[in-house]
Each structure stands twice: as C-alpha cells, then as structure tokens.
C-alpha cells in the first residue's frame, strides 16, 4: 500500500521567506510527527498529531514555525520568514495508534534557505 | 543533562561478520527502544523495538539487546552484507505511554565485499 509521502521533495528559498512543507500519512493513520534532521544531527522532533487531540507543540524551535492537520489526515508545516539555520531534512511520520509505536517515514523535504 | 550516544559515527566491516552497533543513554529512563535504518535520501525505516522489561529480540540476521541497569542496547547484524550498508539510528520512547521518539545521531555502516 501507500507510504508516507512528503511534497515538494527539495525547496530552496530565500531568507525572510515563508515555506510549506506538506505530509500524507499512511491511510487510518491517526498519530502524525514531524521531526527536523539537520547535517549530522540526530532527528529533532518538532511536533505531533493524535486523532481531535491538541497538537504536542513542545519540539517547535520558536515561533516561527507552525503545523496544522486537517481532516485528521494531511498535514502542513509552515516555516515564516526563514532563517539560514532553518536548512535541513524534514520528515514525517504515521503510526497506527494505539497498537504500536512503529512510525513509518515519509521521504523527507530537503530545505535550503539562501 | 540527557544524552543518546550511538558508539561511532562510522563502522566498517567485512562481508559475512557480525557488526555490532552500540546505543548508550544517560538521564532517561524509557520504556523502550527502537532501530531504524536510514538509506541516503530517504527517511528512516522501523527495524525493532525491544521493552525495558526483555532482554533479546531477534528478527531473521537482526538482534537486539536492552541492558537497563548499563543503559545500553546493542544491535548486531550477523552475517553482514554489502545491502546492510546504512545508518543506523536509535531511539528511546519515554515513558510507557509515550508516543514521542528521541533518536541518537546513529552510525553510518559499511560492509565491505
């Protein structure tokens, strides 16, 4: 079946812009995260979704950035007015909740701010 | 302060050994632990996921132990081979209700022919 997907799969921006980042989870997916890897950085975690729940926000980095799910399926990560040390690897995740706690990774959206 | 160290940042080895990657942790306490593999441009895949309360758990060349007293998991890859070349990348999940992951920086395995 499908995966995680991720769109775009690169993004290069200028700084002071404001970025997108868009996530599909896995169909009947309720739990969601997103996470940040940067050049030899372990996976930050930025945020997570659990079905109606209010969203865990306690890994967003400032208040720059922000994530919203809807529909409890498709997710977006929003970055405003992006800063250089904003660049690295970001990536989703699913996991079937309350079975287990495997998450399933989308690609990634590789961001470069200019 | 809180600390996942993942034993090299790079291991090599020879086709058809075990390689042994080592996960040690300081300041947490977690209900379990999982490893993932991690190719070049693509997110992290699940391998397995070991409780605070079993020791070993096996899956086809993969096993994996959790030492809660050392604070460490090792995970071995027995009769490595070249397509084992990855990353390789622990996390803790805190807490048995826990949904949220904290990964180490993981290991970057090579498996020479």
């Known amino acids: 079946g499908a995966g995680v997907s991720q769109s775009p799969s690169n993004k290069v921006t200028e700084k002071g812009k404001d970025v997108e980042l868009r996530c599909d989870p896995i169909?009947?997916?309720?739990?969601l995260y997103w996470y940040r890897q940067s050049l030899g950085q372990g996976l930050e975690f930025l945020i997570y979704?659990?079905?109606?729940?209010?969203?865990?926000k306690s890994g967003l980095p400032s208040d720059r950035f922000s994530a919203e799910r809807t529909g409890g399926s498709v997710s977006t990560l929003t970055i405003q007015r992006t800063q250089q040390e904003d660049s690295a690897v970001y990536l989703c995740?699913?996991?079937?909740?309350?079975?287990?706690?495997?998450?399933?990774f989308g690609p990634g959206t590789r961001l470069t701010v200019l | 302060s809180q600390k996942i160290e993942q034993n090299s940042e790079a291991l090599n080895i020879q086709e058809g050994k075990t390689a042994t990657l080592t996960c040690n942790y300081t300041?947490?306490?977690?209900?379990?632990l999982q490893w993932y593999r991690q190719d070049p441009g693509r997110g992290p895949v699940f391998l397995l996921l070991?409780?605070?309360?079993?020791k070993e758990k096996r899956k086809e060349r993969l096993k994996v132990t959790f030492d809660t007293t050392l604070k460490q998991s090792l995970f071995h890859i027995t009769a490595s081979q070249p397509a084992d070349s990855a990353t390789y990348l622990c996390?803790?999940?805190?807490?048995?209700?826990?949904?949220?992951?904290?990964f180490g920086k993981g290991t970057k395995l090579s498996v020479i022919p």
């Open positions: 995740a699913s996991s079937l909740q309350p079975d287990s706690r495997t998450q399933y």
């Open positions: 169909s009947g997916h309720t739990a």
């Open positions: 979704f659990q079905g109606n729940s209010a969203p865990d």
């Open positions: 300041n947490y306490s977690p209900a379990y």
């Open positions: 070991i409780r605070e309360n079993e």
């Open positions: 996390a803790l999940g805190i807490g048995a209700g826990s949904y949220q992951l904290t």
